[in-house]
């Protein structure tokens, strides 16, 4: 069979052509395989393959146009083309070297349309009668993407300029389009527009939706979005999150609507209970403010009938019963554990719903006795926990003031010449209060000032310059460390290098004053390397798995896992195992273990009559990259941790289970069997060394 011709266009059935090795895309996640597919569908490939001759006779592998290759086997799965499909590919005939500089070429020196000529084409198809969905098929993006672009385009003018000529992200402008309102975008951009928060697309967002509410508040969820749209209500979907929450921009008539149910609720309580007075606070909690002039008072609630007390002692008994009954509860069988759950629960809640009465009101106190009506979380309404009366405060407050005797003397009861008396400590702390009370509120309204005064406090706590307040609680201490001695951490020496590059040229005067003026002077990105690094080292320590009955040591934080999703941490690329930080310190079932995860089950079999010790050393080189194996199992090994090391996916209700990170092929945990056989030699070679 005569060879074809190199460096030319052919045209190669489908099911000939496979992904090559030294292609550099490896990760399939985000590229939209899905979306192309339907724009080939739709187009046809509108660009061809670049392939070489593969060792099998009659196959090639693509070394440049991966995805492409991955949508056209996906409409192969779907039966929307044939296996016999002809594909356009340019042949080539070199070593892998050059294939996987050619790949790099194609995916990196390439120059995308940009968002706003992007935007431009969508509204000139949109202004032609084009439908979002025919558009989205055309240029294989989702529906949601081209109604987010669109959004785009109805940016106020000089914003709309600034994404063009490079001056703003995309991610900044997106903020700005969470409104399409042009008089609240600019009334936010000509307010930042000198203000390190200017390029902060969280801190754009949240003033332009300051005056707004969120479908999901408390607030909303009582009001309803039927009756709130019948009112006249807006609302506004922002087109750039995932998640299905949006905006009510009419927040008065949210909040009238609200509060009209909210009255409701607390006229029929105060007709049904016989407390005096029953106050509507449209909040998830009772604020402070609403109680400051009140008297909470505590009241013992009625006492159980002999009906009552006889079941909460049957009760009881079954409690003290369930208690006995767990110390012998076989913690791995699933189903035991769960009726038994089951029961607890009952009995613990039957025996709380019993003395969750309501308290015996004295007849002297209920003509002044009260309490306030909330909203929960779920929008319902309920009765906040807690009595109040305004008379026992009132009647305190009359005592204070004729014991403490101010206001009290007559004028000119002191000598003309006399030295004043100095101020009470009653009215210096109050008067101190104020004051600060003074400088709250301006500070609040100076978020840049603000700003550069949280910083620094927590920058310049600890550092020793004499007995000078900074006069904030705020603070970013380092979290006690319980260990004998540090562990080895790469990363851990990257943050002290890290430490090193940050600007301290403020920390050398010796007042507060003059360190904070010296700060408040940095530009914005010394500042926010400052304010990064500090939080950085508040960070405490946790697990990537749940914490077993019994076992010490730190938990899963689910906010540290979220953190590193947004982030996209590969822990891998950080740290590896070495027989010093791992491999010496776990069994060897716990090594072969490891094995059978990124080699399968041949591989580990190899390793089973090696001694602990040449079994820790063989795993370091294996982990390492350092064992010559096939390349599916080196790729897994270099990307596996620990568990313990990993950080968990999240599912929709926040519980996860620590996963691998993503890396590059299939997951270590399914590393292909076959492949492993082949390298069985190899490895064997290497554990007799």
Not at 104 to 121: Q, S
Not at 380 to 400: N, V
């Amino acid at each position: 069979m005569r060879s074809p011709p190199v460096n030319d266009i052919q045209m190669i059935p489908l099911s000939k052509l496979r992904l090559s090795e030294a292609n550099v895309r490896k990760n399939d996640s985000n590229l939209f395989i899905e979306e192309l597919a339907a724009n080939i569908e739709a187009k046809g490939l509108l660009q061809n393959l670049i392939v070489v001759p593969a060792k099998r006779r009659g196959f090639f592998d693509v070394t440049a146009g991966g995805r492409r290759l991955r949508a056209l086997n996906a409409l192969l799965e779907a039966g929307k083309v044939a296996k016999t499909h002809e594909v356009p590919c340019k042949v080539i005939d070199t070593d892998s070297a050059e294939q996987s500089e050619l790949s790099l070429i194609e995916n990196v020196i390439r120059l995308d349309m940009t968002p706003t000529d992007e935007i431009r084409a969508y509204k000139h198809f949109v202004n032609e009668g084009s439908d979002l969905d025919a558009i989205a098929k055309r240029f294989g993006r989702t529906r949601r993407f081209i109604e987010g672009r669109l959004r785009l385009a109805d940016l106020a003018d000089p914003i709309f300029a600034a994404l063009e000529e490079g001056q703003i992200t995309l991610d900044v402008a997106k903020a700005y389009a969470t409104t399409p309102n042009h008089e609240r975008q600019m009334m936010v951009w000509n307010e930042l527009a000198d203000s390190w928060q200017g390029n902060q697309p969280d801190s754009i967002r949240r003033m332009i939706t300051h005056s707004a509410v969120r479908s999901s508040s408390p607030m909303a969820r009582l009001a309803g979005e039927a009756e709130y749209l019948a009112a006249g209500g807006r609302i506004e979907r922002d087109l750039f999150t995932e998640d299905s929450n949006e905006t009510w921009i009419d927040a008065e008539i949210a909040q009238r609507i609200a509060g009209e149910k909210l009255q409701a609720f607390a006229t029929e309580v105060a007709e049904t209970s016989g407390y005096a007075w029953v106050r509507p606070v449209l909040e998830s909690r009772v604020p402070y403010a609403a109680t400051e002039d009140l008297h909470q008072v505590h009241l013992e609630p009625a006492p159980l009938t002999d009906k009552e007390q006889a079941e909460a002692d049957r009760l009881l008994e079954t409690i003290s019963a369930l208690e006995a009954e767990s110390d012998g509860l076989d913690e791995d069988d699933e189903t035991a554990a769960a009726d038994f759950q089951s029961r607890w629960e009952a009995a613990t809640e039957a025996y709380d719903a019993l003395h969750d009465k309501p308290p015996v009101i004295p007849e002297e106190m209920k003509a002044n006795l009260g309490c306030f009506v909330i909203v929960r979380e779920n929008g319902e309404p309920a009765i906040a926990h807690g009595l109040y009366s305004d008379k026992p405060l009132e009647k305190r407050k009359a005592r204070g003031s004729d014991a403490s005797g101010e206001g009290s003397a007559p004028d000119g009861g002191g000598d003309a010449g006399s030295a004043p008396k100095p101020l009470s400590q009653k009215l210096v702390e109050e008067l101190a209060v104020q004051r600060r009370d003074i400088l709250s509120v301006n500070l609040a309204a100076n978020p840049a000032i603000a700003l550069d005064y949280m910083i620094f406090a927590i920058a310049d706590a600890g550092l020793t310059y004499g007995a000078q307040a900074l006069g904030t609680t705020i603070r970013a201490p380092s979290p006690s460390l319980y260990l004998a001695s540090y562990p080895e951490s790469p990363a851990h020496t990257l943050m002290a290098d890290m430490r090193e590059t940050l600007d301290t040229a403020w920390t050398e005067h010796e007042r507060t004053v003059e360190r904070f003026t010296a700060f408040s002077a940095l530009d914005d990105e010394a500042k926010a390397a400052w304010l990064a690094w500090c939080v950085a080292r508040t960070l405490e320590a946790s697990m990537g798995v749940a914490r077993k009955p019994g076992q010490s040591g730190p938990e899963p934080i689910e906010l540290h896992d979220h953190l590193a999703s947004l982030m996209e941490i590969n822990v891998a690329n950080h740290w590896r195992p070495t027989s010093a930080n791992y491999f010496d310190r776990v069994s060897k079932q716990t090594l072969l273990a490891h094995v059978t995860e990124v080699g399968g089950p041949t591989m580990a079999a190899i390793f089973m009559g090696a001694k602990k010790g040449d079994l820790s050393a063989s795993c370091k080189k294996l982990f390492a990259g350092e064992t010559i194996v096939a390349p599916e199992v080196k790729q897994a090994a270099l990307a596996w941790v620990p568990e313990a090391m990993r950080f968990r996916v999240l599912g929709d209700t926040g519980a996860g289970e620590a996963q691998p990170d993503e890396g590059e092929g299939e997951s270590p945990n399914e590393a292909p069997e076959p492949d492993v056989t082949d390298a069985a030699d190899e490895v064997r070679e290497t554990v007799d060394a």
